[in-house]
């Protein structure tokens, strides 16, 4: 989730003509893999490890969880793949809901989008800023609720400025990134002190073996998130449909194994009750074989891919929010685009804003990471669940469209998709806090905006 971004992508479509310019194949089965796992392997996996090891009640299990997390994602990005190669567009979700549904459900979810999906996941990667960057020097208390608003609030005014972060600082940042990933995994097989290397394979955390898992896969699949993205790419691919679903297919094992790896490091370097007390599971792994100096180091590194994440998200999610205002006349506020900058300047502040309330949040619940998963994961599975019953839907409205990729093993795939979407938006309303309610709640808010507006009805 800290990673969604349906909006991205080389399609466009005519507000008047409602006409796809399809994407030209151009990308190679090598450019694909990189795309995928460079879009989803992010900075959750230096936070969220923890709270999965705090809801599981063996080793064992949590390793399970991230195994399960690889198999769903498959699962989910070949429903994607056929979505978008038969009907390419920029919306994305937007798009599919819409020719599914219908103009209101599309609504809603760009509604949800502005006020929680994205503003949420702005949040949720300034708080793993927050958490680490209070490794390396404490503002108090409320220190990484401190640290979150700070960045939200100069990345947003450098997006504002239109100082737009350039390709080469971008590989960099990623490198960065990647660096991180390496030395977690080094540091935690080979260079951790030998009174820390006997993993608890059995430690009392969660409340029950099933609730446990539902919650630990919440955490699981949102650093996971970001395949539905790479679905995207499906229809550039020049190779066709063999080669896309072996692209697939090798992304999510490599993803996977990463994931695996890391979270071995951290179970071998800290145990799994090690890991479930931690709020910056990589820093004390480094912490552990290093002392301070390495904690700082892993620190700063997470830390830099975080404002990486957060950055992109924040460039996105105001594009998006803009395309919100030119198509419905009751956000024409954020449609509205600054010529001076190249930017949505009032896509930017809005949400700038919104982001901010949802980091304040952080001051009154004992941890703001967990706060902003607990705010997005149910509204973020409710719509996935749409887009999985959009298949259905769609392969029934319209079945002389050109499907140059079908979901393998229909309809037995799209149902396990859809089975595994509702299971996960149970999970994220039973066992989560106060913090799902108020996402719910912000979800509602924006059904009774349509209700209420009289001028909303000419539109959808």
Not at 330 to 355: E, Y
């Amino acid at each position: 989730m800290a990673d969604t971004k349906e909006w991205k992508g080389k399609t466009s479509i005519n507000p008047v003509t409602d006409e796809i310019a399809k994407p030209k194949p151009s990308l190679g089965p090598v450019d694909v893999i990189a795309l995928i796992v460079g879009i989803v392997i992010g900075a959750g996996i230096f936070r969220t490890p923890s709270l999965v090891a705090a809801n599981v009640e063996s080793a064992s299990l949590m390793l399970t969880a991230w195994f399960l997390g690889g198999i769903v994602s498959l699962i989910g990005a070949l429903c994607y793949a056929e979505l978008t190669t038969a009907f390419p567009n920029t919306g994305g979700d937007y798009y599919f809901l819409k020719r599914a549904f219908g103009k209101r459900t599309a609504f809603l979810f760009a509604w949800a989008r502005m006020s929680v999906i994205q503003s949420g996941s702005v949040a949720l990667l300034a708080f793993i800023f927050g958490d680490y960057a209070s490794q390396v020097y404490s503002l108090g208390d409320h220190s990484s609720v401190i640290y979150a608003a700070i960045v939200v609030g100069i990345l947003t005014g450098i997006n504002i400025l239109g100082v737009n972060m350039g390709t080469a600082a971008q590989k960099l940042l990623t490198t960065v990134e990647v660096v991180g990933i390496i030395i977690v995994i080094v540091v935690g097989f080979f260079f951790v002190p030998s009174t820390t290397e006997v993993v608890n394979s059995t430690t009392p955390m969660g409340s029950g073996t099933i609730s446990s898992l539902g919650l630990a896969m919440v955490f699981v699949l949102l650093t996971f998130g970001g395949w539905n993205e790479a679905a995207y790419i499906s229809a550039e691919l020049r190779s066709g449909r063999k080669h896309m679903v072996k692209a697939l297919i090798i992304s999510i094992i490599i993803i996977t194994a990463v994931y695996l790896l890391v979270n071995l490091a951290y179970l071998r370097g800290l145990g799994l009750s090690g890991m479930a007390q931690s709020n910056a599971v990589a820093g004390d792994l480094m912490g552990n074989a290093f002392g301070e100096r390495g904690l700082v180091l892993m620190a700063i590194l997470v830390a830099v891919s975080a404002l990486t994440s957060a950055n992109a998200t924040i460039f996105t999610g105001a594009r998006s929010n803009y395309a919100l205002g030119r198509d419905f006349p009751v956000f024409a506020v954020l449609g509205k685009w600054d010529m001076r900058t190249s930017g949505p300047v009032n896509a930017f502040i809005i949400q700038g804003l919104i982001s901010l309330v949802l980091v304040s949040l952080g001051l009154f619940s004992r941890n703001g990471f967990e706060t902003m998963i607990e705010y997005t994961a149910p509204v973020f599975w409710f719509f996935f669940l749409l887009v999985g019953i959009s298949l259905f839907i769609l392969r029934s409205k319209e079945p002389n469209v050109e499907r140059p990729f079908r979901v393998p093993l229909y309809p037995l795939t799209p149902i396990i998709f859809c089975l595994t979407s509702a299971y996960l938006l149970y999970s994220s309303i039973v066992y989560t806090g106060w913090g799902s309610l108020v996402g719910i709640g912000v979800l509602l808010a924006g059904v009774l905006l349509q209700l209420s507006l009289p001028s909303m009805k000419k539109n959808l």
